[in-house]
């Protein structure tokens, strides 16, 4: 690892910590597995509000096992393709309830053959339950990554390769939920040519030592120039 990735995760480190959370709510396992799916094009906002009420009305694998298909969609209307969501969830537990017994599987082969888990939903589980390295491309780290240099690619599963080539494998998880942070904070998208260059983004040099828990302090270990 140089030492410009190595001052952009000490960076991140300091500005967002090390012991960082999911920003999916959950109290099981499954939760998450819910939570992760119901996720897709949409925000973990939205999904936390919607699932503090569907946790409650569906409270295991086998409620959602056994859920109507009409009513469940009602129930996830407000995170967007709910349709697809509804089956894809109900076909998961199913699956999960008759054979694996309620218990989510941890290897990404079995739980990418569920309905509606690919591996971004499947390293999520991995990473954030059963603490295995993982990486979690999605839009932020998909945009960040590549603004940073860390990555060419533009399917997410090539580039969870090249980060894992980059990365320190005690990073993995912890990379995702910061750059997360750092997306929706800072490093925005569609790109503003006022606040963010792109160019300082890509091509950034490390620029002294110290680094202080700001914006400046990010900038100055090269995750771009950003003036707010």
Not at 9 to 23: K, N, Q, S, T
Not at 194 to 215: E, F, M, T, W, Y
């Amino acid at each position: 690892m140089n030492k410009r990735t190595q001052a952009i995760l000490d960076a991140l480190d300091e500005r967002y910590g090390i012991d960082v959370a999911c920003h999916l709510h959950y109290k099981e396992p499954w939760q998450l597995l819910i939570a992760t799916i119901l996720s897709a094009q949409c925000t973990d906002a939205r999904v936390n509000i919607v699932t503090k009420d569907l946790f409650v009305k569906y409270p295991g694998i086998e409620a959602f096992a056994k859920a109507d298909i009409t009513e469940l969609e009602d129930d996830i209307r407000s995170i967007g393709f709910y349709h697809s969501k509804a089956k894809n969830i109900i076909a998961c537990c199913q699956r999960l309830h008759t054979e694996y017994h309620d218990e989510i599987p941890s290897s990404i082969e079995d739980l990418t053959s569920l309905a509606g888990v690919g591996r971004k939903t499947a390293n999520v589980i991995r990473g954030n339950i059963f603490h295995e390295p993982s990486i979690v491309v999605d839009t932020h780290v998909k945009r960040i990554s590549r603004r940073l240099g860390f990555a060419k690619e533009e399917e997410p599963e090539k580039i969870e390769y090249e980060l894992m080539k980059v990365l320190p494998k005690d990073h993995w998880i912890r990379y995702n939920i910061q750059i997360i942070s750092f997306g929706r904070e800072i490093c925005k998208a569609p790109l503003n040519v006022k606040n963010v260059s792109c160019k300082a983004i890509a091509g950034a040099q490390i620029k002294g030592r110290a680094r202080r828990s700001n914006v400046t302090g990010l900038c100055s270990a090269g995750l771009g120039d950003y003036r707010a």
